[in-house]
């Protein structure tokens, strides 16, 4: 995602070190500003701005062959192309980094740097959940690690890979870690699709608008709203589970509305929009 976030350094010896553990950073590029003190000498305040695109999923080492791995990647392209389609919305890349940040089983999903869910994996086993926690006792009959699935804390149990023809016989789901991860991470991002429409993919929203109906987004941007605006008019529109895919409408609605905040434009706006089915 493309949202700023502020820590601070230490300057010392010519380098500049974090003031706090930032695995999410990996692989990007910082933007570093120095306040120097009154009279000039060493800095006295460090800012650390970084950018972050898209959604992020940290994995431990223990775990590290499922970060890249081409299942996850190729359910998660087609997971972000259903939800374009059905919202409007197209979701940035989801980011996938190794971590040593973290404990070595576990997983953590990210949106605007904060953690919307993790997890733990046990690599060589598969994971059985049962659907209703009153079947909890066919469950143990069943060897196993017993936990609370992390997507909805349902009873759950890491069992065997030899042992998952005998769960799916006794009515119980059973899935494999990669198949755990992808349904997380579409879950937390089906359950914050607002949060994840950044700044970058509103500005490509308007530049696609640009090329749609170009008199009405000269109308809007930057006279009615600006592009931060928009964002927060977008946001309101997703959250109402409003289709955004029809630019042209909602550019020449607002330009028709004149100025008015955020929120009392989608109000108007929304009626004029079909509702989505989340994916």
Not at 249 to 262: M, Q, S, V, W, Y
Request: hydrophobic fraction near 40%.
């Amino acid at each position: 995602m493309t949202e700023a976030r502020r820590i601070k350094g230490i300057y010392k010896d010519g380098r500049i070190e974090l003031e706090e553990d930032a695995p999410e950073l990996e692989g990007l590029s910082l933007e570093v500003s120095i306040e120097l003190p009154h009279g000039g000498g060493k800095p006295a305040d460090i800012r650390v701005e970084a950018m972050y695109p898209g959604p992020l999923v940290e994995f431990g080492s223990g775990i590290s062959h499922l970060c890249g791995c081409e299942q996850i990647v190729n359910i998660i392209r087609k997971f972000r192309a259903k939800l374009q389609e059905s919202t409007g919305f197209p979701l940035p890349p989801v980011r996938m980094v190794v971590s040593d940040k973290i404990e070595a089983d576990t997983y953590r999903i990210r949106l605007n740097t904060q953690v919307m869910g993790e997890g733990e994996i046990n690599p060589k086993r598969i994971l059985a959940f049962v659907s209703n926690p009153a079947d909890k006792k066919i469950l143990e009959q069943i060897p196993g690690q017993t936990v609370p699935d992390p997507i909805f804390s349902m009873p759950s149990r890491w069992i065997l890979p030899s042992m998952a023809q005998i769960a799916r016989e006794r009515g119980l789901t059973v899935v494999i870690p990669e198949a755990l991860v992808t349904s997380h991470i579409e879950e937390v991002i089906t359950q914050n699709i607002p949060d994840c429409l950044d700044s970058a993919t509103t500005g490509a929203l308007i530049d696609a608008a640009r090329k749609l109906c170009p008199g009405s987004v000269a109308q809007v941007i930057p006279e009615i709203l600006t592009n931060g605006e928009m964002q927060e008019l977008l946001r309101i529109l997703l959250g109402e589970k409003r289709h955004i895919g029809a630019l042209k409408e909602i550019f020449e609605a607002i330009a028709g509305l004149g100025r008015k905040t955020p929120q009392e434009l989608a109000e108007e706006i929304k009626p004029r929009l079909g509702k989505f089915i989340p994916v």
